[in-house]
């Protein structure tokens, strides 16, 4: 199985920061990577796939990097609106599987 | 969207059925599978099932889990529950793949199952 690991856990920033969460995955899954917002008491929400796509709808101060083993998740200018748990996910082999989470604070 | 229910509270060892249904897209071309979320382990995909009724499962259910599907709606049995599979349950629907795993583009509002005596 693919382990994927999040840091930091948890993340305080003042709003207007460049915020950056890096996920390491235990083995290379190429690009085929997601991110996923969940926001206090809601379901979690595709925000990019394939390491990079912004899902529709998902606003441009979210972006995606990496490939092999390190990928990051980048918010350009962090608003309270971004306050959640932002998880990983690879998709390049079964079991598909999740980061922990890192929580996103202001 | 997508909509779960049969969730609820069952003893250790027991059984339970999930159910989820669809609308606003094709659902009958659509692979649907079960993520669940607890506070210690976090997400955890379960189980999926294809357009042509292909499984998946995750190691730790294999045995105790089908999944099934018929025109408008999928199910999971979840047998030999254990404590650990306590959990809020979300039907998702696959929305991307890398031509061997999926990526999650619409997720139910989630249906909690807890074990326990």
């Known amino acids: 199985d693919v382990q994927m690991t999040q840091s930091p856990d948890t993340l305080s920033a003042f709003v207007g920061d460049r915020v950056t969460i890096t996920c390491r995955a235990s083995q290379s899954i190429s690009n085929w990577l997601a991110w996923y917002q969940q926001k206090p008491g809601k379901v979690p929400k595709l925000l990019i796939y394939?390491?990079?796509i912004l899902q529709s709808g998902v606003p441009s101060t979210f972006s995606g990097s990496g490939s092999g083993t390190e990928f990051t998740l980048t918010i350009t200018s962090l608003q309270p609106d971004d306050v959640a748990t932002y998880y990983c996910?690879?998709?390049?082999?079964?079991?598909?599987?999740f980061g922990q989470g890192t929580k996103v604070e202001i | 969207q997508v909509v779960e229910s049969g969730g609820g509270v069952v003893q250790p060892g027991g059984s339970l059925r999930l159910s989820c249904a669809a609308s606003g897209f094709k659902f009958e071309n659509s692979v649907i599978h079960w993520v669940r979320q607890t506070p210690g382990r976090g997400l955890e995909w379960v189980t999926g099932i294809g357009i042509d009724g292909y499984q998946h499962y995750l190691g730790s259910v294999k045995g105790r889990c089908t999944i099934s599907r018929d025109r408008s709606t999928v199910y999971v049995q979840l047998d030999s529950l254990t404590t650990d599979d306590t959990a809020v349950y979300y039907c998702?629907?696959?929305?991307?793949?890398?031509?061997?795993?999926?990526?999650?583009?619409?997720w139910g509002q989630g249906t909690k199952v807890t074990v326990s005596s």
């Open positions: 998702v629907k696959e929305g991307y793949s890398s031509g061997h795993a999926p990526a999650f583009d619409v």
């Open positions: 996910q690879q998709y390049n082999v079964y079991s598909p599987s």
């Open positions: 394939k390491t990079s």
